[in-house]
């Protein structure tokens, strides 16, 4: 019980500080839209301090440490110590974090520029959450997934049209203009849709990443799930850059950065989203790809192809056993009737 409840108790660090990050705070200039030609050596190349993003991101930085160090040691399974990898994947989160949400990139993002602001939330979406979701170890999310409600949750969550859906309603709702305008007027908007963003993305990741192999989809739908999500993000993307006129009117009075027009601007950000934000998912999918080619080499005597290697098991042995194995290896989503097709030969 005692354990149960320190899992929740670094479960609500992770919720308080997340939203604590993803606070957007107004600026000055905003008060001064009127003001024509600001310049790169303007106002908007400040460092101003935001407690409250510093103070989230240490929490979520502490919960990490406590979690993975004392917590994992007085919970006496053997777990393992956090890979150098996992070191690296969370300081570097941590550091993506930050500097997304503060600083030179937070003014111009919240109060100059779309392409900043587009630049801001393909870090959140595309950066940070692969780096969270990477840095937290496989023994740590089954011990969060094993809270109460939580493995009915991670299990509908894992589904891949649900991780599509909640993924691109995200991106989609909060570029509909007067919800995106609303979002850079209003200031509690604005957590919301931080939240949105980083919530959904990690949800994406942890799909791609597949940490818990008890939710792990095969290696060909998650290859299908992100090529599904890039090519829609890209669609928004190319809407963005092609549009003939500008579609967000918060951008009308904003002070001109960089010698940018609105629309100008608008097709910068639109390209961002389509280029270097499809570039990440690449990434993602090249990886899986990867995968999925290592786990069939030759020398395994396995193609990646499911059918394929499981009727020439069937051929090479007792089929029963082969179909003990096969199974054994599949994931959930490939198990169902497999056991009947090998034995069959099919």
């Known amino acids: 019980m005692q354990k149960r409840h320190k899992i929740i108790a670094i479960a609500a660090a992770c919720a308080w500080a997340v939203p604590t990050c993803a606070r957007a705070h107004p600026g000055s200039l905003i008060q001064a839209r009127g003001a024509p030609n600001l310049t790169a050596a303007g106002d908007w190349f400040v460092w101003d301090f935001?407690?409250?993003?510093?103070?989230g991101t240490l929490a979520l930085a502490a919960a990490w440490l406590w979690a993975t160090g004392p917590w994992r040691q007085r919970r006496g399974r053997g777990e393992p110590a956090p890979t150098p990898t996992e070191r690296w994947c969370t300081l570097g989160g941590l550091f993506v974090l930050y500097f997304s949400l503060d600083g030179p990139l937070?003014?111009?993002s919240d109060e100059l520029l779309f392409s900043a602001h587009m630049l801001q939330h393909m870090l959140l979406q595309l950066v940070w959450a692969p780096l969270f979701v990477l840095g937290v170890p496989a023994w740590l999310w089954r011990a969060i997934a094993e809270l109460p409600g939580a493995g009915a949750l991670s299990r509908w969550l894992t589904r891949p049209w649900i991780g599509c859906g909640l993924f691109q309603a995200a991106m989609w709702l909060w570029h509909w203009p007067p919800l995106y305008d609303l979002a850079l007027q209003d200031h509690r908007w604005h957590i919301v849709e931080h939240l949105c963003f980083m919530v959904t993305a990690v949800v994406f990741w942890f799909i791609v990443v597949a940490p818990i192999k008890a939710l792990a989809r095969s290696l060909a739908k998650r290859m299908v799930f992100i090529a599904l999500n890039m090519t829609v993000m890209k669609a928004l993307g190319l809407i963005l850059s092609l549009s003939s006129g500008v579609i967000y009117s918060?951008?009308?009075?904003?002070?001109?950065?960089?010698?940018?027009?609105?629309?100008?601007?608008?097709?910068?950000g639109g390209m961002i989203m389509w280029m270097p934000g499809g570039g990440l998912m690449w990434l993602g999918l090249g990886r899986v790809f990867w995968l999925w080619v290592h786990r069939g080499t030759p020398a395994r005597g396995l193609t990646?192809?499911?059918?394929?290697?499981?009727?020439?098991?069937?051929?090479a042995s007792d089929p029963e056993v082969a179909a003990a194995t096969l199974v054994a290896e599949l994931s959930p989503d490939d198990q169902p009737g497999a056991a009947r097709r090998v034995a069959e030969g099919r």
């Open 304 to 315: 990646g192809v499911a059918s394929i290697d499981r009727a020439r098991a069937a051929r």
């Open 250 to 268: 918060f951008y009308l009075s904003a002070p001109r950065t960089f010698g940018l027009d609105p629309l100008s601007d608008q097709q910068v």
């Open 50 to 55: 935001h407690e409250s993003i510093l103070v």
């Open 106 to 108: 937070h003014h111009l």
